[in-house]
Every structure is written in structure tokens, then in C-alpha cells.
């Protein structure tokens, strides 16, 4: 009887792994031809697998590209142009940006080539080709061998295929590890550095709805940019110079305005950055219930601060602009990913699935020895691992999140290394400070310098206190409370470091006489002793410890992903996200966020309109924009009479994927990548098919407000479009 249970249970076991859920899954593009064109075509796909990814012709993935550090973005003219979102271009619009020329603000349109702004440290990368390495990765490594032994034969391995992919070209190389060290992948890029801002539209466009709409559907944001990449006469890479031209590209793409329907089919090809599929319920039981609440909670009071003053002051708007957005991007995310993997029950389907990896295990000796401490193991090693990482998280959230923490971390280095070279480091330092005062407001940072060392003191751990932290005890020998000492040390840590003021700052930088009585002014200051000790705890107490756990459940980790994999041979396993050029398909779709509630999957102009409020600073948009609208002067980019602003669909995405080019069937391009709604963030470690949608805008939005609202005619021109 209970053997027949059990071959029943395998049964279902086996049928709930094997199930691919619909539509989940970042896929290799060196392996859709194995495993996913026949999917991809019955879904609707018409172009063939080489069509995505070649090595013998012109291919997509000639045409998209890494944005930056962080982003993805695609071609979309056979000069170079290349359309990403605003908020991923946003850091370089700011940069353009002060109050005389608000590009922030008003938007940024450049009417020929010669007005395109060059932007410093800004890079796309494209994929000249990936290799699976596997088997020379892992030559002479055996199971035998212990861990630390195989991952030094891994190491050298790796060291002597990058070596010899580098021999002759100046390409980019790289090895990376796919589930979790079970299989390797050579990826040869090419660097384009002379990257010029072309076109954004103003924030009120660009960013519509905000922080209050980010994550959130129905959606109404316009969030797209435009660059171009510039290459020297023979089309390479070059550093910015004025006799660059516009770099022209083997592959672009066509854009179509003929939309999309529900059931439509979809492709994402981008750069998804980090997902966790396959964590077991002890990680994703220590994300959600032990490190979420306090990230959640540490930006939360960072968001409250900045608001305040970004409200009270325009100039502050402006220098907080950048850095509220990276803030409260995330602490959102946290909180819709809890919510999330709480409705999906995630604690409790990852148990189930550990549950029946476990009777798949014990049925076997073989098995028993290979894998049977597996699951024990982790349970142990997160327990242990929890409060370090908790420590490790406020050391960034908190400690490391301190604007003049920063700065001290940068006087340090440039006392390290102006005995070297002097001049190269006072210029660096020089343009650092211009830089980072540029965009200060010391009383902002004041205020969130004294929430979050209250907050890292309160909850960091006693463990991981530097010595300063014993003022606390000190100072209320003599009956002073907490909130006295710590207003006591704040005004003494701000009065008496001079480089948190701007003169001072310049004024010492422009005497500086290379020598230790210089470098005394510096480190005899309270912030440069609060970086010192705060780092040197982390070096100590932190570190070590974070990276002996990691390096332990990776281990693990890589038995584990493959005990899942032989335990279900005929499931189609998809690698975690590593910032690596992935496939997701889906289709367009719409979905039921509540009981009772249906989401439509698109969003149109009039919904703009119904938003706008000019008393509140996210909902008031342009002028022009209404009368555009109250004429419905749409030209071409309109369907029945309305304007279309986005739409959503099943595709499996990330963060990374912002700026990833939307494909219809016939490989054109039918809009931009730019989030995903707050019921599917958990997506990043579960996915939820009725729930988690990609939120793309609509290409056709984008050539409106390049057309219709900025005028700049010459941009659509250079486009081929389908209609
Ligand atoms: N949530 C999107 C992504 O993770 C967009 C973020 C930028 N927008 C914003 N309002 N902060 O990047
Ligand atoms: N908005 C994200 C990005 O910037 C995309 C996402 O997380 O869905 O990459």
C-alpha cells in the first residue's frame, strides 16, 4: 500500500516538475534551436532560431546591447541610433542637467547630430559570440575531489580559456558560471565608449506617475531615451572625440506600428541581472521573513528625509532626483516581492518540492551518498548564515548608504595613493568633489546620517558594533539619553569635517602639499575615523564570515541544482539570471490582480489625462501633451482613435531588462521593456503565471512624442518603419 502511495506521489512529482509552466524562463540564445524555437513557433514565433542568435550572419543580438552598467537597449536606425528607457539614460540626463538647462524637467531633443551629448563613463557592450565551455572548465575536476581543490583546478581552467580567447583582439572576455557551477560559458564583447544623449522626453513624461506608479499596472509612463553610438572612421571603439561618426551597425531593428492584441505573441531579448529560482525554503524563508522587513524599513526612513527637503526645495529636487530613484526602486520591489511570495504560499511550495527531492533521494544508495546531507545541511548553514547577512545588509543599507561615507572612502584612497602619483590624484579628487557637491545638501544628509547609524546601532547586531558605538554607553554614565548623545555626535562628526564642505574642500585640495602633515587634516576628522572604524568592522566581523557562509551554500547549491536536474530529466531547467543576453517569450496578456478584478492589457493616452494634477508633482505633464491629446492629433500612431501607452504580457523579466527591446512575431520591434507589475516582483524567486507580467510601452507612444510632441522629424525618419 504505501509503496503504491509512493509511486503515486512520484507520479505527480514527476508531472509537477515536468510541467514547463507557461510562458516562465530566461533561455540561453545559443540553445533555442535545442530546446525552444518549436515552443516559440507554435506560440506564434515566425523567424528561425539563427535569426536571434548567429555567429554567420546578422543576427538580433547584433542589435542589442548592454546600456551602461545596469541596462539593456537596442538599435533601432542604420546610424547608430539606440533606444533604451529614461530611467535608465536618467543618471546621463541629469548629469546635462542644472537649473538653467533642466533637460530633467523640460526634456532634451537634439535637432542634428552636432547638438548629441557625449556622456563620460558610459558604455554599450554587445555580444560578438558565447561558447559553451563546459568541458574545458571542468577538465580534470572529479566528484571525488573536495570543493576548495575543484574550484582551483576551476579557476585555472578558466584563466587559460580566457587567455586564449584573448590572444589578437581587444574584445571583452569573460567566463561565467551557469547553475551554480554545473555548467560554463565563454562570452567574447565588444565596447562601444563614445555613447551621445539624442533625445528624452521631460520627466513628467519620462517618468509619468513616479515613484507612485513604479511596479504598478495599469501604467501610464512614457520611459524612453534615445542615444547613439559614435565609433572612430573604421567603425570601432573609441574614446569620445569630436571626429567620431555615428556607428554603423550590422543589424537594426525595423519598428512596427501595426500593435498588438491580446494572445499576441512576444519575445524579450535582454540582459536580466540576477534571479533565484532555485533557492531552497530556508534562503527564501531568510529573504522574506529576516532581511526584507529591515531593508524595507532602513529605505523607508531614507525615502521619508529626502521627500521632505526634495518638496520643501526645487534645487534639492534636482540633486536628490537621481538618488531617491535608486532608493525607493528597490524598497517598492521588497515590499511587493514579500507580499508575493506570502499570497503564492513560496515558504511552503518550496518545502513540498525539498519533500519529494527527499523520497526521490532516499530510494537510492548512490543517491543517499551524494546527496542525503544536502537538504540538513542547508537548514544548518542558514541558521548560521542569517545574522551576518543581516549585518552585512545594514553595513550597505545603512552605514555604506551615508553620503559622507562615501566621500571619506574616497579621501581615503586618495591618500593611498597620492604618494604615486600626485597630480593624476588631485585631479581625480578634484572632479569627485565637484561631482558629489554638485548634488549635496548637507542638511539631507545630516538628517539621514543620524537616522541610520540609530538604526544600524538598534538592529545591526551587538556584534557588529565598531568602538565609537561605546559613546552610547559612556555618555549615559553621565545621564544622558540616547537621542542626546547621538544629536551631541552629529553635530561634532559635520562641524569638524572639513571636507564636507565645499571651500574648505577646494581651498585644502588647492594647498595640498603631498605629505603627512596634509594627511593629518584629514585623517584626525570625525567622518574619516567613522569610515575607518565602520570598515575595519566590516573587514573583521562581517566579511569573513558572509563569505565563508556563501562560499559554503554555493557548494551546496551546486549539488542541489543537480540532484533537481537528474531527479527530472525530462523538465527543461532554465539558468538563474547572470547578466547575460537571455530569451523570454510569452504573450500579451491580461491577468486578475484581486478577486473580482480584471486588468486590461493596455493603457492609452486619456488615461494620462484622467491622472494629471498639477498640484502633484508626478501627474502634471505638458502642456502640448493635452493639447495634443484634446485635438487627438495622433497622426499614424494611433489604433481606433486612441493613443496607446503600454501593454503588458507573460514574458519572464528582471531588473536588467529595463530597456529590452519587445518583438513581435515577425522579429520587428513593438515596444520597450521597462518593469513589471507589483503582484509578479516575487517573479525574481517564484513565477507565478497568472500573475507576473512584463510592462512594456508601446513603440508607437515613443514615436508620438519623438513625432508629434518634440518635433524632431529627422529621429523617425532614420527609422524603417513597418506599418
Ligand atoms: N521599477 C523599474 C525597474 O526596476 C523602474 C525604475 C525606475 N523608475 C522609478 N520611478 N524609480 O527598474
Ligand atoms: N525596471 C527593471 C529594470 O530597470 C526591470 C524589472 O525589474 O522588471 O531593469
Aim: aromatic residues 14%.
Amino acid at each position: 500500500m504505501i509503496k503504491k502511495i509512493t509511486s503515486i506521489l512520484i507520479a505527480i512529482l514527476i508531472l509537477t516538475f515536468s510541467q514547463i509552466k507557461a510562458d516562465e524562463g530566461m533561455w540561453i540564445p545559443l540553445f533555442l534551436k535545442k530546446y525552444n524555437i518549436e515552443d516559440m513557433k507554435k506560440k506564434g514565433f515566425k523567424l528561425t532560431a539563427e535569426d536571434i542568435y548567429s555567429i554567420n550572419k546578422a543576427s538580433m543580438k547584433d542589435a542589442v546591447m548592454i546600456f551602461g552598467g545596469g541596462c539593456t537597449a537596442e538599435i533601432i536606425s542604420d546610424r547608430g541610433l539606440i533606444l533604451t528607457n529614461h530611467h535608465c539614460g536618467y543618471s546621463s540626463i541629469q548629469s546635462h542637467s542644472s537649473l538653467e538647462h533642466d533637460y530633467l524637467t523640460n526634456g532634451f531633443w537634439a535637432m542634428s547630430d552636432k547638438d548629441e551629448l557625449p556622456n563620460e563613463g558610459l558604455t554599450v557592450t554587445f555580444l560578438v559570440r558565447m561558447e559553451d565551455v563546459t568541458s574545458q572548465v571542468l577538465n580534470g575536476v572529479s566528484d571525488e575531489m573536495s570543493y576548495d581543490e575543484q574550484e582551483k583546478i576551476i579557476a585555472k581552467n578558466i584563466e587559460k580559456v580566457e587567455g586564449k580567447a584573448q590572444k589578437g583582439n581587444n574584445y571583452k572576455i569573460s567566463v561565467k558560471s551557469f547553475f551554480y557551477g554545473n555548467q560554463y560559458f565563454l562570452f567574447v564583447q565588444k565596447v562601444y565608449k563614445d555613447i551621445r544623449l539624442v533625445g528624452a522626453p521631460p520627466s513628467s513624461i519620462g517618468k509619468f506617475g513616479g515613484d507612485t506608479d513604479n511596479w504598478m499596472w495599469p501604467r501610464h509612463t512614457g520611459d524612453f531615451s534615445l542615444f547613439r553610438i559614435y565609433a572612430n572612421e573604421n567603425n570601432e571603439p573609441a574614446e569620445y572625440s569630436e571626429n567620431n561618426v555615428p556607428y554603423k551597425p550590422i543589424k537594426h531593428f525595423p519598428v512596427s506600428i501595426k500593435g498588438v492584441k491580446k494572445n499576441d505573441f512576444t519575445m524579450v531579448f535582454g540582459y536580466p541581472g540576477r534571479t533565484q529560482e532555485y533557492l531552497t525554503s530556508y534562503a527564501v524563508d531568510m529573504i522574506k521573513n529576516k532581511i526584507n522587513p529591515h531593508r524595507i524599513n532602513i529605505r523607508q526612513n531614507i525615502i521619508d528625509i529626502m521627500s521632505e527637503d526634495m518638496e520643501k526645495d526645487r534645487a534639492v529636487r534636482i540633486k536628490y532626483a537621481s538618488k531617491y530613484a535608486r532608493v525607493s526602486n528597490y524598497w517598492k520591489k521588497w515590499i511587493g516581492e514579500n507580499r508575493g511570495l506570502e499570497i503564492l504560499n513560496a515558504v511552503a511550495k518550496k518545502e513540498e518540492t525539498e519533500k519529494q527531492l527527499t523520497e526521490w533521494i532516499n530510494k537510492d544508495e548512490d543517491r543517499i551518498a551524494k546527496y542525503g546531507n544536502l537538504l540538513p545541511d542547508f537548514k544548518k548553514l542558514y541558521s548560521e548564515y542569517t545574522p551576518y547577512k543581516l549585518a552585512e545588509e545594514y553595513f550597505y543599507e545603512a552605514i555604506w548608504r551615508m553620503e559622507s561615507m562615501k566621500f571619506s572612502s574616497k579621501m581615503a584612497s586618495f591618500i593611498r595613493n597620492s604618494e604615486k602619483d600626485k597630480d593624476a590624484e588631485i585631479e581625480k579628487i578634484k572632479k569627485y568633489g565637484k561631482k558629489f557637491f554638485k548634488d549635496y545638501n548637507v542638511s539631507t544628509d545630516k538628517k539621514i546620517f543620524k537616522t541610520l547609524l540609530k538604526l544600524y546601532y538598534e538592529n545591526a547586531g551587538s556584534d557588529f558594533q565598531p568602538e565609537l558605538m561605546n559613546m552610547f554607553k559612556t555618555f549615559s554614565h553621565f545621564d544622558l539619553d540616547e537621542e542626546t548623545i547621538l544629536n551631541n555626535y552629529v553635530d561634532y562628526y559635520f562641524e569638524n569635517t572639513f571636507y564636507l564642505n565645499e571651500d574648505n574642500f577646494f581651498d585644502f585640495i588647492e594647498k595640498y602639499n603631498y605629505g603627512s602633515e596634509s594627511n593629518i587634516k584629514i585623517t584626525e576628522t570625525p567622518a574619516y575615523n567613522f569610515f575607518y572604524d565602520f570598515v575595519n568592522v566590516y573587514y573583521a566581523k562581517i566579511k569573513p564570515n558572509t563569505e565563508k557562509y556563501t562560499s559554503q551554500i554555493n557548494k551546496k547549491t551546486k549539488l542541489y541544482m543537480r540532484a533537481l536536474m537528474e531527479a527530472n530529466p525530462e523538465k527543461n531547467f532554465y539558468p538563474d539570471a547572470n547578466s547575460t543576453l537571455r530569451v523570454a517569450y510569452g504573450k500579451v496578456d491580461t491577468y486578475e490582480p484581486r478577486d473580482g478584478v480584471l486588468y486590461d492589457y493596455y493603457t492609452t493616452l486619456s488615461g494620462v489625462i484622467a491622472k494629471v494634477n498639477p498640484e502633484i508633482y508626478d501627474y502634471n505633464v505638458p502642456d502640448r501633451l493635452i493639447e495634443l491629446y484634446n485635438k487627438k492629433d495622433y497622426g499614424k500612431y494611433a489604433e481606433n482613435g486612441k493613443m496607446h501607452v503600454c501593454f503588458i504580457a507573460s514574458n519572464h523579466t528582471t531588473g536588467g531588462n529595463s530597456g529590452s527591446p519587445v518583438i513581435n512575431g515577425n522579429g520587428e520591434l513593438i515596444g520597450v521593456n521597462f518593469d513589471r507589475n507589483w503582484e509578479g516582483t516575487m517573479s525574481d524567486i517564484m513565477y507565478n503565471p497568472d500573475q507576473c507580467r512584463n510592462i512594456t510601452l508601446d513603440i508607437r507612444y515613443v514615436l508620438f512624442i519623438i513625432d508629434k510632441f518634440a518635433g524632431d522629424k529627422r529621429l523617425v525618419e532614420e527609422m524603417d518603419i513597418v506599418e
